[in-house]
């Protein structure tokens, strides 16, 4: 017989995380309870706890609509009216085995736990496999709504069979809940695959394939002058651009311990006769290849490396998101060869150059996390325990030298060490993870990269990682949702347009269009016959920064009437004032209008 193990809890004394998620786990306890009423025939999966809910899969005879959603949230809000304790209890493989008979992913997970370790939870008549972590009764689950169904594998794995995925958010008081909901909308508002529609800045198609990007003008645009900055800011900070190629040899990624660690990752091989060429998932062995190259003395280092390299990674198809999940990838890629000395100072640049850009991007709320090996998969990271101790004393001590405030987390590293990931939070709160920088004590070694010491002998130089902004497009992406379209000036790929009132004064319009285009400027021109108020809207709706409107008295005295896409009338001004007006602008980056 099941043996009760779980004791009440007074969640006014447990912190509110912890509490949040008792609450969401029991939620999730309470959709699968109603999802079995409602269809009887269904296979249950999982249901944990999330960041801002729960979720729960199931294998179903048919699809799920939005009436289904309510007529749960309904039946999920009885059980809570009915205040039902949640029980936990101990049960036996053979009883979990009869328990569980035709429910074949519960029977897929007992598969993975120990004797002795198979737990249940009970609520009123319905029962789950679960590990615990609960409220008292459901009576104390809290404000709560069914969101959304989406499609997801079992276990993640697409030779899987497909489940049905009911998301639900949930938090302490409805005032919360109606926030959440209200930032969604506004999630929706800047979704960047919708606004990168409308702008006419990328678009993807089936012809090409899945996860690769196609960027029409505007969009190459932007991303031109991304890397340009990023470029300019690494050429004075002495960094040297390279450029390595689209494919390598696998056996250099068996050299490198990418092939071991990073197969998943990987596109398969393309064979010529006995040779395997693989698309380049990742710059550091190519750069690697680049150091051996030449003969390398230590009044050399540090020797920086920096690449604008396209990158192929096999991402499931249903892990794609528009441009920040993509199968094509461009990273502001840098490797720098030091010495052991060296680490704090290179440290401290490439801290600065990730400062500077999320600054100057607007980010600036941002944490940073010092990203370290786990201790319960060792085959995760690469097996050579002293590196590891170098490389993370190494990285921390940098880290502290620099002022740096950091949380650390373990289990995220990269397979060849330790990272410090820059997490930046966007408009709406959301907190996206950009910039990286790694320390790197064992690919080094393994590529036999050498420099010769002030000994007169050889050494391995360690090796930093760096990005600023990580993947182009990914970074695009974010962007685009934090600007919510609206690039501030040096990055709008239409600066402003010119807007002729009458046929009359297209000559004039294309007169002020071509000076600004000789002051470096990007300008249209909209000649179409449409009333001024709607190319203004058009304009607008565009989110170009700046609309100049020309008419008779304009071209009469060489000004043009300025309107601010926020909706602001500037009025007549000369064009060498605004030409003036938005050179400071653009040459301080500034994030307005």
């Known amino acids: ?163 049905q995925r009911i998301y639900g958010a949930l938090f302490e008081t409805e005032e919360e809940l109606e926030e959440y909901e209200h930032q969604l909308e506004e999630a929706r508002k800047r979704d960047h695959r919708r606004i990168g529609r409308e702008l006419g800045l990328f678009t993807f198609s089936d012809v090409v394939g899945q996860g690769v990007p196609l960027f029409l003008p505007k969009g190459e645009t932007v991303r031109h002058l991304m890397e340009n900055y990023v470029r300019e800011m690494q050429e004075r900070t002495g960094h040297q651009h390279v450029w390595t190629g689209h494919i390598v040899k696998g056996a250099l990624y068996e050299r490198s311990g990418h092939r071991e ?28 290849t680049l150091f051996n190259a030449e003969a390398h003395s230590y009044r050399e280092l540090p020797l920086r490396y920096a690449e604008f390299a396209t990158l192929y990674r096999y991402e499931k198809s249903g892990e794609l998101s528009g441009l920040t999940r993509v199968r094509s990838l461009t990273q502001d890629d840098a490797h720098v060869f030091c010495t052991p000395d060296q680490i704090q100072a290179e440290f401290a640049l490439a801290l600065a150059l990730v400062k500077e850009a999320l600054e100057t991007y607007g980010f600036s709320d941002y944490r940073v996390a010092l990203s370290l090996p786990g201790s319960d998969d060792s085959t995760k990271f690469v097996d050579a325990p002293e590196k590891w101790i170098q490389a993370v004393t190494a990285l921390r001590s940098a880290m502290e030298a620099s002022g740096l405030e950091f949380s650390e987390e373990e289990g995220e590293a990269a397979f060849y060490g330790p990272k410090a990931d820059f997490l930046a939070k966007d408009v709406l709160g959301r907190e996206w993870q950009l910039s990286t920088i790694q320390v790197d004590f064992i690919q080094p070694g393994r590529m036999g990269c050498v420099y010769t010491g002030e000994d007169g002998k050889e050494h391995t130089p360690v090796m930093l990682h760096r990005a600023v902004t990580g993947s182009t497009e990914r ?78 008295r304009e071209a009469e005295a060489g000004t043009v009437a300025v309107r601010v896409r926020t909706g602001e009338d500037l009025g007549a001004v000369s064009l060498t004032d605004f030409i003036d007006r938005i050179k400071e602008e653009r040459e301080t980056k500034s994030l307005l209008p």
């Not at 962007?479 to 009458?502: D, S």
């Open 261 to 288: 660690h990073y197969a998943d990752a990987m596109f398969p091989p393309m064979v010529d006769g006995e040779t395997e060429f693989l698309l380049k998932p990742m710059n550091c062995p190519s750069h690697m």
């Open 475 to 552: 970074f695009l992406g974010v962007l685009i949702e934090h600007f919510g379209g609206a690039f501030p000036l040096w990055l709008a790929p239409v600066q402003a347009m010119v807007i002729p009132i009458a046929d009359r004064h297209h000559s004039y319009a294309d007169e002020v269009a071509a000076t600004l285009r000789q002051a470096g400027f990007r300008v249209e021109v909209d000649a179409r016959g449409e009333r001024m108020n709607a190319k203004i809207r058009h304009a607008q709706l565009q989110k170009i920064p700046y609309m100049l409107v020309a008419g008779d």
């Open 1 to 163: 017989m099941p043996e009760p193990i779980e004791s009440q809890v007074d969640l006014a004394d447990l912190p509110q995380e912890e509490r949040l998620s008792r609450m969401r786990h029991s939620a999730a306890h309470l959709l699968a309870e109603a999802m079995v009423e409602l269809i009887p025939e269904a296979e249950l999966g999982i249901g944990p706890p999330t960041a801002t809910g729960f979720y729960y899969d199931f294998r179903l005879p048919r699809p799920l609509t939005q009436e289904d959603l309510k007529w749960l949230r309904r039946r999920m809000r009885k059980s809570i009216g009915r205040r039902l304790p949640f029980e936990m209890a101990s049960i036996s493989r053979p009883e979990a085995e009869e328990r569980w008979q035709g429910q074949p992913f519960k029977l897929d997970l007992l598969a993975d736990l120990e004797d002795g370790a198979i737990t249940q939870c009970t609520h009123g008549q319905f029962t789950d496999l679960c590990r615990g972590g609960h409220v008292n009764h459901t009576g104390e689950i809290s404000a709560f709504k069914l969101m959304s169904i989406a499609g997801a594998y079992w276990r993640g794995d697409e030779a899987n069979p497909q489940l």
